[in-house]
């Protein structure tokens, strides 16, 4: 599809104030129809054409390790497809992310295609943050099925105020890191949310701190997802913390030093509509 001819995602959506509450509480909050059924299959169309050719990964599933079950994940498609660039630079969600960060502006950090196969295994616990050279607690990752999700298609999990306590692991996603949240949640300090049905076009936003998961994907299709990550567009790059940290930065903040603003070619302000 022309990425002229696509839906124009041009109008705000305003986020109730007791969903803002609700994310900086919880560290995730679940909103409806961010963009309508029509909006989501045209769309659809564009990012899953988009994302399975460039998808990288030809292995059967049992080849891969834990994190290449998980998902086919392909990274940065708004720089290599028009249609994919008029979703992810859409105004109505980064209008969305700034009113849950309480900011003027937001940047793109990246986007992800997320789709999770038949058979697809778990997306072991984790914090994105973890990742990022960057404050996490001025991040925020937006969830977006493009197809109908039943439960048992790997919907998300979260963990529940856990982005108020800062960094709680720097293991990678893996075996590891599902044991090592699997032991702290069993103390009941946090409490855990169950996978939920979604519609195309529904989101969660969750902060960059924020414990999470999916479980495996016991349907017959494949759940397709598409998700984007933005910051404060006043943050400033900090050292690496760990060696995810600096493969990142060399990746998603390229030419990039801490102490800089964490504003390459990468990064692009997007105009926030609210």
């Known amino acids: ?139 925020l990752t937006m969830w977006m099925p493009l197809v109908p999700i039943a439960a048992e298609m790997g919907g998300l999990m979260f963990a529940g105020g856990s982005h108020q306590d800062g960094p709680l692991s720097d293991v990678h996603i893996s075996d590891a890191s599902e044991d090592h949240f699997d032991r702290l949640f069993a103390t009941g300090r946090y409490s855990v949310s169950s996978p939920r049905a979604m519609a195309a076009g529904d989101v969660t936003f969750h902060a960059g701190r924020t414990v999470h998961r999916a479980p495996a994907n016991l349907a017959d299709r494949v759940r397709e997802v598409m998700t984007i990550i933005w910051h404060d567009a006043d943050l400033i790059v900090q050292p690496p913390a760990n060696p995810a940290q600096a493969a990142d930065l060399r990746r998603w903040l390229p030419g990039l030093q801490p102490g800089d603003l964490a504003a390459s070619n990468l990064n692009p302000v997007v105009e926030s509509l609210h």
């Open 1 to 139: 599809m022309d990425a002229n001819s696509l839906p124009r995602l041009n109008t705000p959506y305003l986020v109730a104030p007791e969903d803002v509450s609700r994310f900086r509480t919880e560290g995730f909050v679940h909103l409806p129809a961010v963009a309508s059924a029509e909006e989501a299959s045209a769309y659809q169309e564009v990012i899953r054409e988009a994302a399975w050719r460039h998808n990288q990964e030809s292995r059967p599933l049992d080849q891969r390790d834990t994190y290449g079950k998980a998902f086919v994940q392909v990274s940065n498609l708004w720089q290599q497809d028009p249609g994919v660039a008029a979703f992810v630079l859409a105004g109505r969600f980064a209008g969305i992310a700034a009113q849950l960060l309480g900011c003027d502006r937001v940047r793109i950090y990246h986007d992800q295609a997320l789709f999770k196969e038949v058979g697809g295994g778990i997306t072991p616990w984790h914090q994105d943050a973890m990742y990022w050279p960057l404050d996490g607690h001025r991040m």
